[in-house]
């Protein structure tokens, strides 16, 4: 946009530019042709005086030597010719197509124009002027006058023009730019700000003060309706967060009333028991993973989950479950190898959620390489479509529906991951199964 902006700015400045120099530089120009004509014609008509004066004595001798004199003086090139078509005077080099100014002196009339006079020629120009008066003409004066010094006249006008014009041009597109920058200015700090907003700084706000009236208000009005949004986010999580650990206390003790009533129970209610127990234990997970994303999403947990923390004491705790269920937990990395808090509960989810869904016998590799940690199993997988859908809320694949779990496992690793500044991927895995790739902006340290 600023450069668009600089672009048409700049554009119509030299169109304006250009419409002052270029009339005044050929305005120059036709000036100074005409006084090279009115000087050059002055001393035509004074050669064509003593033609006449000479045609009517018979004694070329002071014509003669004015016109060689003048010829060696200005470089010029001076023809006398009788009203027959003789040469009766002749100095310099006459290289000029004289037929033309011939025919128009001897009808009487003398040069009134010349080519305009430019810094790229012509190098000469011819002037022709009549012998004598009224009707008797005796002759005709041709006068091939160099135009040097004239064209040196109008490079050096046009020079100063051309200098005048880049240097106005050049203050121009500086303040092109300073305008374009002030008109957007407004426009780049709301990009800045929502760019900020939209990388989880939920607090960053647009500074107006610069910028065009419109443009000003757009940014306050901006502020505005980020402050609502916001609010309404924090009383949005605050609510899920108190509702949450509002909730933990009572299904505790029905959990614990449940139990009690276990041995009164007679046999034939005992699986119904079961699944109400079961059910009771689905609510209670849930109400804790409703917890953990609020607090996640609220920053609660933001500097513990900055914490650097060992991750291969975390993974042996999980090598016992495996075992339990016939399944193989393999890791390459460090012995000492640390990630944030926040990299190691994407762990902890991404090998809770691999020993729900591949079957037993399977094995799941957890690597450090490169500064992405991956969990790889050789589990069914997911097709491509449901792996982007399998990162949002409470989202359950048909084929796992009768799998325990609250379907906001990867959402709250999701937001683990942004917390600490990474990305969260699903991805294929090789011959089959899923990868849950941490990518970190900054590689975690894996020696």
């Known amino acids: 946009m600023r450069h668009r902006l600089v672009v048409t700015f700049t554009t119509l400045i030299v169109l304006m530019i250009a419409a002052l120099a270029v009339p005044l530089g050929m305005a120059y120009a036709s000036h100074r042709t005409n006084r090279l004509l009115l000087d050059r014609r002055a001393d035509a008509t004074r050669f064509a005086e003593l033609a006449d004066q000479a045609a009517r004595e018979n004694d070329r ?4 030597a004015e016109v060689i004199r003048y010829a060696d003086l200005y470089g010029a ?3 006398v010719k009788g009203r027959d078509g003789t040469t009766l005077v002749q100095a310099g080099d006459m290289r000029a197509d004289t037929g033309a100014a011939i025919r128009l002196a001897l009808s009487g009339q003398t040069t009134e124009d010349l080519p305009t006079i430019s810094p790229f020629g012509p190098g000469h120009v011819l002037i022709a002027e009549p012998a004598g008066r009224d009707a008797q003409l005796s002759g005709v004066v041709l006068l091939q006058a160099p135009t040097t010094q004239a064209r040196a006249d109008v490079s050096l006008v046009w020079a100063g023009l051309a200098l005048g014009a880049l240097v106005a041009l050049g203050y121009s597109v500086l303040a092109a730019r300073g305008l374009a920058k002030w008109i957007l200015r407004p426009v780049t700090e709301l990009d800045r700000t929502t760019q900020a907003i939209a990388e989880g700084h939920l607090d960053a706000r647009a500074h107006p003060g610069v910028g065009p009236t419109e443009l000003r208000r757009l940014e306050e009005r901006f502020n505005a309706m980020a402050d609502a949004v916001s609010t309404t986010l924090d009383r949005q999580r605050a609510f899920v967060a108190d509702a949450s650990h509002e909730l933990r206390t009572p299904l505790t003790v029905l959990s614990l009333r449940l139990e009690n009533l276990e041995p009164h129970l007679k046999s034939e209610g005992t699986s119904e028991f079961e699944e109400a127990l079961a059910e009771v234990d689905r609510l209670a997970g849930l109400v804790e993973d409703l917890l953990a994303l609020a607090r996640v999403e609220a920053g609660a947990v933001a500097q513990q989950l900055d914490s650097l923390t060992p991750l291969a004491p975390r ?3 999980w090598r016992e479950v495996y075992t339990a269920k016939d399944l193989t937990l393999e890791v390459d990395l460090e012995p000492d190898a640390t990630v944030p808090e926040a990299a190691a509960r994407v762990a902890d989810i991404a090998l809770d959620n691999a020993q729900k869904f591949v079957p037993p016998g399977g094995t799941v590799t957890v690597t450090l390489a490169g500064g992405v940690l991956r969990i790889a199993d050789d589990g069914p997988g997911l097709p491509e479509e449901e792996r982007v859908q399998a990162l949002g809320r409470f989202w359950r694949a ?11 496992g990867l959402a709250i690793a999701a937001e683990l991951a942004r917390a600490c500044g990474a990305t969260l991927a699903l991805e294929a895995n090789r011959p089959r ?3 849950v790739a941490l990518r970190p902006a900054q590689p975690y340290t894996d020696l």
């Open 61 to 64: 001798t002071a014509l003669t």
């Open 77 to 79: 090139a001076v023809v």
């Open 315 to 317: 993974l042996a705790g």
């Open 398 to 408: 048909g084929t796992h529906a009768n799998v325990p779990g609250s379907g906001l």
């Open 433 to 435: 199964g899923l990868v």
